[in-house]
């Protein structure tokens, strides 16, 4: 078992920036690769960005490539994801993600974990 913990979201301006924290406890965290989803009201969840069990490999959708970066420091057992140039749409529930026994984590349907959210807000 594996809990997640979501903090950091808010609410700020267009162009700003905002850094998401999931603090994970229970099993070893360096075994799972981790992922950020977010789900817009009356929208389905969507994929946001994804990295492997050692952080070498990272892999974003197309509507965040180049203004979010995705990280985690396994000896903190915490994932981040650093949002800059924040835009209206962006504005959705965040949600971290843990799976196990898969190389990447894209579908909401891999992750084994989730995270209870956090709020981000972007006004124009």
């Known amino acids: 078992q594996v809990q997640l913990v979501e903090s950091g979201g808010g609410l700020v301006q267009a162009g700003e920036s905002l850094r998401l924290s999931c603090a994970a406890s229970?099993?070893?965290?360096?075994?799972?690769?981790m992922g950020w989803f977010r789900q817009a009201p009356g929208k389905e969840r969507e994929f946001v960005a994804g990295i492997s069990w050692n952080g070498f490999s990272t892999y974003y959708a197309d509507s965040v490539k180049d203004r979010f970066t995705i990280s985690r420091d396994n000896a903190k057992n915490t994932l981040y994801l650093q949002m800059n140039s924040l835009k209206p749409e962006d504005t959705a529930v965040y949600y971290c993600?843990?799976?196990?026994?898969?190389?990447?984590?894209?579908?909401?349907?891999?992750?084994?974990?989730w995270g209870q959210g956090t709020q981000v807000t972007v006004s124009s």
């Open positions: 229970g099993r070893t965290f360096s075994n799972y690769v």
């Open positions: 993600a843990a799976a196990l026994g898969t190389r990447t984590l894209v579908s909401g349907r891999s992750a084994d974990y």
